[in-house]
């Protein structure tokens, strides 16, 4: 199983927003609504950020949203703030009952 | 407070064993499965094996079939991680992670992570 593709860097100042997008194949994010997304600041565990595509968990602020379009998934942070900077993984479960991250995009604040 | 502390991390040689603990406290173990990921240094993260709450159903990664088991212990709140047969690319951190429950296909709450090199 390959990794979902993830741009490796994006960035954007405080107050705009950025997508991260994440590209898999019909046999993981094409096939099921099942695509979360991780944040992981240095040094510290990842910590759920979406989940079924476009879901929130408690405690999550709505300046994270995220969409799905055939094999792609997007993670888009609105109103940037520096808090946000940290390593973002998306994750799909795929049709051989196994669970496939993307390889991480980084994002710095300006 | 939910939490999932990992233990039994440590250096190996190529080719041994060694086994990973995960303590849950703060929520019903025994209601959720569970999963180990881990993350090489520098790289992503990378799903290793699933194991439900009644321990009815195991997946794994193909890059540790063969050589990991998962299993769990519900009356001590504990997973577990036997890896054997390890290699250099084994070297992570590897963290427990508690699936966040039925149709989601997340994990919602993450350890701090058991460091494990294979070097020798």
């Known amino acids: 199983q390959s990794a979902l593709t993830q741009p490796p860097s994006v960035s954007g100042s405080p107050g705009q927003s950025v997508t991260i997008s994440c590209t898999g194949t019909?046999?993981?994010?094409?096939?099921?609504?099942?695509v979360s997304w991780y944040q992981q600041p240095p040094g510290t565990a990842p910590k759920l950020m979406i989940y079924e595509v476009s879901n929130r968990p408690s405690g999550v602020p709505d300046r994270f949203s995220g969409s799905k379009s055939g094999n792609t998934a997007s993670l888009t942070i609105s109103g940037l703030q520096a808090e946000d900077e940290a390593d973002y993984y998306c994750?799909?479960?795929?049709?051989?009952?196994?669970?496939?991250f993307g390889g991480g995009t980084k994002l710095t604040v300006l | 407070e939910v939490q999932l502390v990992e233990s039994g991390g440590g250096l190996v040689q190529p080719g041994g064993s060694l086994r990973l603990s995960c303590a849950a406290s703060g929520f019903t173990f025994s209601s959720y499965s569970m999963n180990w990921v881990r993350q090489a240094p520098g790289k992503g993260l990378e799903w290793v094996s699933y194991i439900s709450n009644s321990i009815s159903i195991i997946y794994y990664a193909d890059s540790v079939k063969g050589r990991f088991t998962i299993s769990r212990d519900n009356a001590k709140n504990s997973l577990y991680l036997q890896m054997n047969s390890l290699r250099d690319e084994d070297t992570a951190v590897y963290y427990c992670?508690?699936?966040f429950g039925s149709g989601t296909y997340a994990f919602d709450i993450w350890g701090q992570g058991t460091m494990v090199t294979v070097s020798s």
């Open positions: 019909s046999s993981d994010v094409g096939s099921y609504n099942r």
């Open positions: 992670a508690r699936y």
């Open positions: 994750n799909s479960y795929t049709s051989s009952n196994t669970w496939v």
